[in-house]
């Protein structure tokens, strides 16, 4: 436990940019039926301060908050902080010559185990597989997947024209497609295949492809350009694999981004992926890093939203950069080191006791 002197630059930070996304982590936490503990005396208090009022804000998170630095398993209180993104892909509803690379909704014989009610102290852990005979095991990897072993027919949302973005789609987690025949269309992360995430891009540095400055999103994808015939080789070296849902839009939403863990639309630059084994979905945190490949400060506050397969650890995150062209630009080439302060309800139990209570996702 810290005081909010120790965040640098808090005085300076924009507060009211981050206020919607503060907003939308209280419409997930503080519901009347079933609030989380300490959040809803906080968040009544928030329907009577002004959003444009910075000071007035800073005042709210100083009244209602504690600041807890985080550090990892061995003391240490800096990590790794990458950047994510919605990218844009081209597609189709139907299978065609340009359109060939489908993306799926799960599998109906995907399950989902939660050991928690047998082992209580796994109550993190949910193990995925398929039944085979009388046993349960491991749901099928991408390798097996690409060869057609899980029923994926009738499961395909849409088709896309690169089996390269259609990948970093499934690491962004969620993105938007425009239709050849006309409209748009937006998909979520629905599941994966529960198997661990392998980065290509560690793999291409350790077989001396590339170096590690070159290993970005940017770089890989150069990579796969000259490769084109390694490509799929290279792919199925990550064995993980993400089923998608069909997101509708809603006009009424307050913020125009995808939907992330916590069920709530992420913010540009306001919101973060993180490992919620130490860091409870929708709470504040204050983040210290640099911008990508800079040592330009980034300092502000943001919300806990969401989850990624590499985000593993608790001085760790994943920075939502939006969506475009320039978020990608921004996300592909951020790897930063990092310091991170969550920023934990005054009225709620203790953060080690209160983590089981609040939403996560496996």
């Known amino acids: 436990m810290v005081s909010f002197a120790d965040l640098p630059h808090w005085p300076g930070d924009a507060l009211q940019e981050v206020w919607p996304a503060f907003l939308l982590s209280c419409a997930a936490l503080a519901k009347p039926a079933n609030p989380a503990p300490g959040w809803q005396e906080a968040c009544n208090d928030a329907r009577r301060v002004e959003a444009r009022d910075a000071t007035g804000l800073r005042r709210f998170f100083e009244a209602h908050f504690t600041p807890?630095?985080?550090?990892?398993?061995?003391?240490?209180a800096s990590g790794l902080v990458t950047g994510y993104y919605e990218p844009l892909l081209q597609g189709s509803r139907v299978r065609g010559p340009r359109f060939r690379f489908p993306l799926y909704r799960p599998p109906d014989d995907l399950m989902t185990i939660d050991l928690a009610p047998l082992y209580p102290e796994l109550r993190d852990k949910r193990v995925r597989g398929r039944i085979e005979g009388k046993r349960v095991v491991p749901y099928w990897d991408r390798a097996q997947i690409e060869r057609g072993k899980a029923p994926l027919h009738g499961k395909e949302i849409v088709y896309v024209d690169d089996p390269i973005e259609a990948f970093?789609?499934?690491?962004?987690?969620?993105?938007r497609i425009t239709l050849a025949e006309g409209g748009s269309l937006r998909v979520?992360?629905?599941?994966?295949?529960?198997?661990?995430y392998q980065s290509i891009g560690r793999i291409l540095v350790e077989r001396g492809q590339m170096t590690v400055d070159e290993a970005s999103m940017q770089g890989i994808k150069q990579w796969a350009g000259k490769h084109p015939k390694d490509w799929?080789?290279?792919?199925?070296?990550?064995?993980?694999y993400v089923f998608f849902r069909e997101v509708a839009p809603d006009p009424a939403a307050s913020v125009d981004g995808p939907i992330g863990?916590?069920?709530?639309?992420l913010l540009a630059e306001r919101s973060l992926a993180v490992d919620t084994r130490f860091v409870p979905l929708g709470v504040p945190v204050f983040l210290d890093t640099t911008y990508p490949l800079s040592t330009r400060p980034l300092r502000r506050l943001a919300m806990a939203q969401d989850t990624g397969g590499a985000v593993r650890g608790a001085v760790r995150a994943d920075?939502?950069?939006?969506?475009?062209?320039d978020a990608a630009a921004q996300a592909g080439r951020m790897k930063q080191e990092g310091r991170m302060w969550m920023l934990w309800p005054k009225t709620a139990p203790p953060p080690g006791n209160a983590a089981?209570?609040?939403?996560s996702r496996p």
Not at 188 to 196: E, S, T
Not at 319 to 325: H, L, R
């Open 188 to 196: 979520g992360y629905a599941d994966h295949n529960g198997h661990p």
């Open 356 to 359: 089981a209570q609040l939403p």
């Open 232 to 240: 799929p080789a290279l792919l199925n070296e990550n064995p993980s």
């Open 261 to 265: 863990t916590l069920g709530v639309p």
């Open 319 to 325: 920075f939502f950069w939006g969506f475009g062209e």
């Open 68 to 76: 807890y630095q985080l550090v990892d398993s061995g003391g240490k």
């Open 168 to 175: 970093f789609l499934q690491i962004q987690g969620s993105g």
